[in-house]
């Protein structure tokens, strides 16, 4: 009976241990479905399936499967007026919020590198907000307070001098804000005509590994040459991932042109247009198809009907008291025509890495081809190329022998693209200069890439340290280089900038490079003013001119009587050109572009061993004195009435950006298992970049909650099947024990 007690009393126990945990395995069932109806859109917020959209849209992925919201939209309108060289262009960008939730979002997008940001507004329905500039940290907590407060903002900050980002603060459920940025710009003049390009695609930057340089944005030391990264490199959407039905991105371009000049012909590089000459000698350009996607440069040209007509142009602004001048000045077209060619040493490199493949490749290979061949016997080279490795054809420059040409000719034929971009080692190695001592050759070094790096700093500041006799002139591939580099880059190895959009362009660009190339150089150029007149002038000091160029200048004057004199000495030749600033025609944004220019300058003289905090200073105080975006400043806009209700989250967006024109994807994906860190195919920036948060995290942070985990579910029905098991082998155990 005692047995029999015993029995019973374990059976109990074992069948009460089942109970046990099946009432826990119910229990976490239950909770897991009240944590799926937690889940449920809530708050207005509407989630989609793919099944359910019927039109274009960009959906951002949730982490419940099969889930998407709908993100917001960005439509860009630009207008330019141009006056002579002088360009003024008003930027309208209109952030759509398709969804039911309140949305901040956040657009990186792509701007002329010299251009002078001064003027922000924004709309919201009938009302316009003015932005003011501030410096760099006071605007972002500006923006931020406005943003926790639930009023609407706007933040548009410099993150290069050719890469912006515009915040967007408190947008409504189905509501759209207007943000209107206004820049001052000038056209450049090579080759008999004027040119101006207004970026639209973000090549996307490849970020080394950590070094001990300055850095980019702050210039500031550090262990990473670039602790910015996050900030240029936003989310990149995946080409399968596009609306069909419409363009994402849309950019729409109009513009007015009044040269100053009878205008002869005029174009658009690498968009259709309808060009429309009117009465008064002026045009009006348009798009000739509509908008445009945002993931190519765009770039207008224009020449005068009579190519002899001077192109000397002055211009002057009264502003604050104090008189601006912008003088562009062209040399004599024929001044070294007759010289005899120079021999050369030449240095090329070109970049293989994984953002040149496809088209940018085909270009830059066709490049350095036709530069092969137009080298002369008593010429020496040198080929190098890299990605995330280096590798040159000879140890050192060669004699340009037939057999030597025919093996580069066969190396650069070979060549294709994949890896990082690492950079710095194929310049280092460009400029090792083994011969300083020669005087019978001038060295150039000729540069092929597409600039797709976020470590400028590192770059300039070897240029500055090697450049020695080297003369840098970089040649930017590909449908939306990285301007800013190869610009800065051209102006500190005291070379030129070559754009090559498409393969079409390569020999006519190429052929007009050598010949720049194999011309001598105007040097010690100078202006001369009336005694007492000038009080500023950028750059200072004037550049080396090659055949073609024009002398650029802006000065700050205290008057404007007498005359301007610009000198240069060409093939021991004195030049010299006398104008009147008494004619000089009026202009607007003179002030703008000489505070650009001085910024540009003083962030340049970083690289020639100037303290960092005075050229901090002097940047801070001209750009708030001139009201400009920079380095250190920023334009914020704030809606004074709030508009998100208390207690209503607010979802923060980046909105993704198009891969460059002929930029290949799928090859840069390749290299992503590459030891080398590669910020633009980070696995984050392939695709739709997540939320900031969910649950707690997001009240904390004002995030959105999207739908996630509310209960340790998957630990609870763990611990029930357990209780299950044991119960069950303890039940199966006993039961034997009462067989015997």
Same mark, same amino acid.
């Given at each position: 009976?005692?047995?029999?007690?015993?029995?019973?009393?374990?059976?109990?126990?074992?069948?009460?241990?089942?109970?046990?945990?099946?009432?826990?395995?119910?229990?976490?069932?239950?909770?897991?479905?009240?944590?799926?109806?937690?889940?449920?859109?809530?708050?207005?917020?509407?989630?989609?399936?793919?099944?359910?959209?019927?039109?274009?849209?960009?959906?951002?992925?949730?982490?419940?499967?099969?889930?998407?919201?709908?993100?917001?939209?960005?439509?860009?309108?630009?207008?330019?007026?141009?006056?002579?060289?002088?360009?003024?262009?008003?930027?309208?960008?209109?952030?759509?919020?398709?969804?039911?939730?309140?949305?901040?979002?956040?657009?990186?997008?792509?701007?002329?590198?010299?251009?002078?940001?001064?003027?922000?507004?924004?709309?919201?329905?009938?009302?316009?907000?003015?932005?003011?500039?501030?410096?760099?940290?006071?605007?972002?907590?500006?923006?931020?307070?406005?943003?926790?407060?639930?009023?609407?903002?706007?933040?548009?900050?410099?993150?290069?001098?050719?890469?912006?980002?515009?915040?967007?603060?408190?947008?409504?459920?189905?509501?759209?804000?207007?943000?209107?940025?206004?820049?001052?710009?000038?056209?450049?003049?090579?080759?008999?005509?004027?040119?101006?390009?207004?970026?639209?695609?973000?090549?996307?930057?490849?970020?080394?590994?950590?070094?001990?340089?300055?850095?980019?944005?702050?210039?500031?030391?550090?262990?990473?040459?670039?602790?910015?990264?996050?900030?240029?490199?936003?989310?990149?959407?995946?080409?399968?991932?596009?609306?069909?039905?419409?363009?994402?991105?849309?950019?729409?371009?109009?513009?007015?042109?009044?040269?100053?000049?009878?205008?002869?012909?005029?174009?658009?590089?690498?968009?259709?247009?309808?060009?429309?000459?009117?009465?008064?000698?002026?045009?009006?350009?348009?798009?000739?198809?509509?908008?445009?996607?945002?993931?190519?440069?765009?770039?207008?040209?224009?020449?005068?009907?009579?190519?002899?007509?001077?192109?000397?142009?002055?211009?002057?602004?009264?502003?604050?008291?104090?008189?601006?001048?912008?003088?562009?000045?062209?040399?004599?077209?024929?001044?070294?025509?007759?010289?005899?060619?120079?021999?050369?040493?030449?240095?090329?490199?070109?970049?293989?890495? /994984?953002?040149?493949?496809?088209?940018?490749?085909?270009?830059?290979?066709? @490049? =350095?081809? +036709? $530069? %092969?061949? #137009?080298?002369?016997?008593?010429?020496?080279?040198?080929?190098?190329?890299?990605?995330?490795?280096?590798?040159?054809?000879?140890?050192?420059?060669?004699?340009?022998?037939?057999?030597?040409?025919?093996?580069?000719?066969?190396?650069?034929?070979?060549?294709?693209?994949?890896?990082?971009?690492?950079?710095?080692?194929?310049?280092?190695?460009?400029?090792?200069?083994?011969?300083?001592?020669?005087?019978?050759?001038?060295?150039?070094?000729?540069?092929?890439?597409?600039?797709?790096?976020?470590?400028?700093?590192?770059?300039?500041?070897?240029?500055?340290?090697?450049?020695?006799?080297?003369?840098?002139?970089?040649?930017?591939?590909?449908?939306?280089?990285?301007?800013?580099?190869?610009?800065?880059?051209?102006?500190?190895?005291?070379?030129?900038?070559? /754009?090559?959009?498409?393969?079409?362009?390569?020999?006519?660009?190429?052929? @007009? =490079?050598? +010949? $720049? %190339?194999? #011309?001598?150089?105007?040097?010690?150029?100078?202006?001369?003013?009336?005694?007492?007149?000038?009080?500023?002038?950028?750059?200072?000091?004037?550049?080396?001119?090659?055949?073609?160029?024009?002398?650029?200048?802006?000065?700050?004057?205290?008057?404007?009587?007498?005359?301007?004199?610009?000198?240069?000495?060409?093939?021991?030749?004195?030049?010299?050109?006398?104008?009147?600033?008494?004619?000089?025609?009026?202009?607007?944004?003179?002030?703008?572009?000489?505070?650009?220019?001085?910024?540009?300058?003083?962030?340049?003289?970083?690289?020639?061993?100037?303290?960092?905090?005075?050229?901090?200073?002097?940047?801070?105080?001209?750009?708030?004195?001139?009201?400009?975006?920079?380095?250190?400043?920023?334009?914020?806009?704030?809606?004074?009435?709030?508009?998100?209700?208390?207690?209503?989250?607010?979802?923060?967006?980046?909105?993704? @950006?198009?891969?460059?024109?002929?930029?290949?994807?799928?090859?840069?994906?390749?290299?992503?298992?590459?030891?080398?860190?590669?910020?633009?195919?980070?696995?984050?920036?392939?695709?739709?970049?997540?939320?900031?948060?969910?649950?707690?995290?997001?009240?904390?942070?004002?995030?959105?909650?999207?739908?996630?985990?509310?209960?340790?579910?998957?630990?609870?029905?763990?611990?029930?099947?357990?209780?299950?098991?044991?119960?069950?082998?303890?039940?199966?155990?006993?039961?034997?024990?009462?067989?015997?």
């Amino acid at each position: 009976m005692a047995a029999a007690r015993t029995h019973a009393t374990v059976g109990s126990q074992a069948w009460f241990g089942l109970t046990l945990a099946l009432a826990a395995l119910a229990a976490a069932l239950l909770l897991w479905s009240e944590a799926a109806a937690d889940d449920a859109p809530h708050d207005g917020l509407e989630l989609v399936r793919l099944s359910e959209i019927n039109e274009g849209a960009l959906l951002i992925r949730t982490v419940e499967p099969g889930q998407y919201l709908p993100a917001p939209m960005v439509a860009t309108e630009l207008d330019f007026t141009i006056n002579g060289p002088v360009i003024r262009a008003t930027v309208t960008q209109r952030f759509e919020n398709p969804t039911d939730a309140w949305v901040e979002a956040t657009y990186v997008f792509p701007m002329p590198e010299d251009s002078g940001v001064d003027r922000l507004r924004m709309q919201v329905g009938d009302r316009f907000i003015e932005g003011e500039i501030q410096e760099r940290q006071q605007a972002r907590r500006t923006y931020e307070t406005a943003r926790r407060n639930g009023q609407r903002a706007s933040l548009v900050e410099q993150e290069r001098p050719n890469m912006f980002t515009t915040s967007v603060a408190n947008i409504g459920p189905g509501e759209t804000i207007i943000i209107q940025i206004e820049y001052q710009d000038v056209a450049r003049f090579a080759d008999g005509r004027f040119q101006f390009r207004q970026p639209l695609g973000l090549t996307p930057r490849y970020v080394p590994q950590g070094s001990d340089d300055q850095l980019a944005a702050t210039g500031a030391r550090s262990g990473h040459p670039v602790p910015d990264a996050h900030r240029i490199t936003p989310p990149l959407l995946h080409p399968s991932a596009e609306p069909t039905d419409q363009l994402r991105l849309p950019v729409a371009i109009t513009a007015r042109l009044d040269a100053g000049f009878a205008l002869g012909e005029i174009a658009s590089l690498y968009h259709a247009t309808l060009v429309e000459r009117r009465a008064d000698g002026t045009a009006h350009i348009t798009l000739a198809d509509g908008p445009v996607p945002a993931n190519r440069d765009f770039v207008l040209t224009w020449r005068p009907v009579d190519p002899d007509t001077p192109s000397a142009a002055l211009f002057v602004e009264e502003w604050e008291g104090e008189t601006y001048l912008l003088a562009q000045v062209l040399p004599p077209a024929e001044m070294g025509a007759d010289t005899p060619r120079r021999a050369r040493e030449t240095i090329f490199v070109i970049d293989n890495s /994984g953002s040149m493949a496809g088209a940018s490749m085909r270009q830059a290979r066709a @490049a =350095l081809i +036709t $530069a %092969l061949q #137009r080298l002369e016997p008593e010429d020496r080279f040198n080929v190098i190329r890299f990605d995330n490795t280096m590798e040159q054809v000879f140890p050192t420059a060669v004699d340009a022998t037939p057999q030597a040409v025919a093996r580069a000719l066969a190396f650069t034929r070979r060549l294709d693209a994949d890896g990082g971009t690492v950079m710095l080692p194929a310049l280092n190695a460009a400029l090792r200069d083994t011969n300083p001592q020669d005087a019978a050759r001038v060295r150039q070094v000729v540069f092929l890439t597409d600039g797709a790096i976020g470590n400028e700093a590192e770059l300039f500041a070897a240029i500055e340290r090697n450049l020695g006799r080297s003369r840098l002139f970089p040649v930017g591939i590909g449908s939306a280089p990285n301007t800013y580099f190869m610009n800065r880059a051209a102006r500190l190895g005291r070379g030129t900038f070559t /754009g090559i959009g498409q393969v079409s362009e390569v020999e006519e660009r190429m052929d @007009a =490079l050598f +010949t $720049a %190339l194999e #011309r001598p150089v105007m040097t010690n150029l100078d202006a001369l003013f009336p005694e007492g007149a000038l009080s500023e002038i950028w750059p200072a000091p004037l550049p080396d001119l090659y055949h073609g160029e024009p002398v650029t200048l802006t000065a700050r004057l205290s008057g404007r009587d007498g005359v301007m004199i610009i000198e240069g000495e060409m093939a021991d030749e004195a030049w010299r050109e006398t104008l009147s600033l008494t004619e000089a025609r009026p202009g607007r944004g003179i002030a703008a572009l000489f505070a650009r220019n001085r910024i540009r300058a003083l962030e340049e003289a970083r690289f020639q061993g100037a303290r960092q905090v005075d050229i901090d200073a002097a940047i801070l105080e001209t750009a708030l004195d001139f009201d400009l975006v920079s380095r250190l400043t920023s334009l914020v806009a704030v809606d004074v009435t709030p508009a998100r209700p208390d207690g209503t989250p607010l979802a923060s967006r980046d909105v993704p @950006a198009m891969p460059p024109d002929g930029w290949d994807f799928g090859r840069v994906r390749e290299s992503e298992a590459a030891p080398v860190q590669r910020a633009d195919i980070a696995a984050n920036h392939l695709a739709f970049r997540s939320a900031p948060a969910s649950g707690g995290q997001a009240a904390a942070s004002n995030g959105l909650a999207l739908p996630a985990t509310a209960t340790p579910r998957e630990l609870l029905m763990g611990l029930g099947g357990l209780l299950m098991l044991f119960a069950l082998i303890w039940l199966m155990t006993r039961r034997e024990e009462r067989l015997w």
